[in-house]
């Protein structure tokens, strides 16, 4: 991916370059904080900004078809994880909208962890191993979803973590909110 300046100001984005105004996109450059403070977003990226939470609608559809996942879990999954802004970085790493961390994306072949469509697939396919890890309990696939499987399966439930406990409070708020009004 390339990032291309075309003189006037304007910053433009590609996979082959088109002169000398274009440098090599590398997602970790000129990092500014959101004005929530909760993720950060590329300066300059106006190609990529974050799109209507009904413009995934489908998508999330077909792919909670395909993995047996509620779409109004999806929904609120991404809502909490990232707000709907597919080029957003959390703190700690995590990438996209339903905020992969590097390793993960990784393991779940996930090429482009920005790519809505790739972030998606990887995140519900990720959120449906846990909840066949853990029996189906949502709120115990929600905790290992932000604090790790890892920590779930040895505290025996939801880590005394309060971002994890605050976590899975928002998610479930915002699942129960998309079911209620019907996305």
Do not use: W
């Not at 450059?29 to 939470?53: C, H, L, M, W």
């Not at 703190?91 to 790739?118: C, H, I, S, Y």
């Amino acid at each position: 991916m390339f990032v291309c300046d075309d003189g006037r100001g304007r910053t433009h984005f590609t996979n082959t370059p088109t002169g000398q105004n274009c440098k090599p996109f590398t997602p970790r450059q000129k990092y500014i904080e959101s004005p929530r403070n909760t993720f950060r977003v590329y300066r300059g990226d106006t190609a990529f900004s974050s799109a209507a939470p009904s413009s995934y609608d489908r998508y999330i559809k077909q792919v909670g078809r395909m993995y047996n996942i509620d779409p109004h879990l999806i929904k609120a999954v991404i809502r909490t994880e990232s707000g709907f802004n597919h080029r957003a970085i959390s703190r700690k790493g995590a990438q996209g909208l339903m905020q992969l961390m590097p390793g993960t994306a990784e393991d779940l072949r996930v090429d482009n962890p920005f790519n809505p469509g790739e972030n998606i697939d990887g995140g519900v396919r990720y959120l449906r191993s846990l909840l066949d890890t853990f029996d189906g309990n949502l709120i115990l696939s929600l905790a290992a979803y932000n604090a790790g499987p890892g920590l779930v399966k040895r505290t025996g439930g939801v880590p005394r973590i309060p971002e994890t406990i605050d976590y899975v409070r928002k998610v479930l708020f915002n699942y129960r909110m998309y079911k209620a009004t019907g996305g």
